[in-house]
Structures are given as structure tokens and as C-alpha cells.
């Protein structure tokens, strides 16, 4: 039987068995998770939607917003660091207060880099 040669992007299908996605879910990525595949990785936000369909009500449930593109995990670390920070941290009372704030989510992030690099 003659083997049919696959040509061009690899398939999305999730159930394939050349499928390669990884889901990497962590409790304090939330709301932000990963989806890896043969190509890079996802970063992938779910939020709640406040917008309707053609003008109608939001009915109020979570969809998911994707965030970028990435080729390295180091990189969405990063983005998911600074993201959660400025979600989470709106206002700060002074400048010495803000520069501590990213202070602790810089040396976060950077213990979490140490253990990715290879």
C-alpha cells in the first residue's frame, strides 16, 4: 500500500494522533492558561464577555480571548507576569510602593525562568 505524503500546515485536530497540543494550566497563570503545539505557544485569557451578538444583551459568559504568539515559554512567563500585575495592581500610593510591587513579580518571574532554562 503506497503511504500518502501530508503536504502543507499540520492539521488543528486535537484528537489527531499527530496531534503535539499541550495544555499548561497553573493556578497562578489564572485567568491565563497555555496551549503549546508543534508551531509554538498560545496565550490564551479567559474572560467574561461584555459585549452582546448584534446588539443584544451580554449574556455574561466566559469566552476566551487570545493574548499572543509566542516561540518561547520564557516569553509568556513574561507577558503573563507583567499582565497579571497590571490587572491586579490598579493604584499605588506612591512610587516606592509600585517599584516594591514589581519588585516581587519580577523576582517571581525570574525563580520561574530558572527553572525553565535548560
Known amino acids: 500500500m503506497t503511504e500518502i505524503k ?3 500546515r499540520p492539521s488543528k485536530d486535537e484528537n ?3 496531534s503535539s497540543v ?3 494550566k497553573d493556578p497562578l497563570m489564572e485567568p491565563f492558561y497555555v496551549r503549546k503545539d508543534s508551531n509554538g ?8 464577555s ?3 451578538f448584534a446588539g443584544k444583551k451580554a449574556t455574561g459568559k466566559t469566552v476566551e ?9 520564557q516569553n509568556v512567563l513574561r507577558v503573563v507576569s507583567r ?5 491586579n495592581q490598579s493604584e499605588f500610593e506612591t512610587i516606592t510602593e509600585y517599584i516594591d510591587a514589581w519588585d516581587e513579580v519580577k523576582t517571581g518571574m525570574e525563580l520561574l525562568l530558572k527553572k525553565v532554562e535548560i
Open 65 to 73: 480571548k487570545i493574548v499572543g504568539y509566542y516561540t518561547k515559554f
Open 6 to 8: 501530508r503536504r502543507g
Open 16 to 18: 489527531s494522533p499527530d
Open 22 to 24: 499541550c495544555i499548561i
Open 41 to 48: 505557544f498560545t496565550l490564551i485569557e479567559k474572560v467574561i
Open 83 to 87: 499582565e497579571k500585575f497590571y490587572k
Open 50 to 52: 461584555t459585549r452582546g
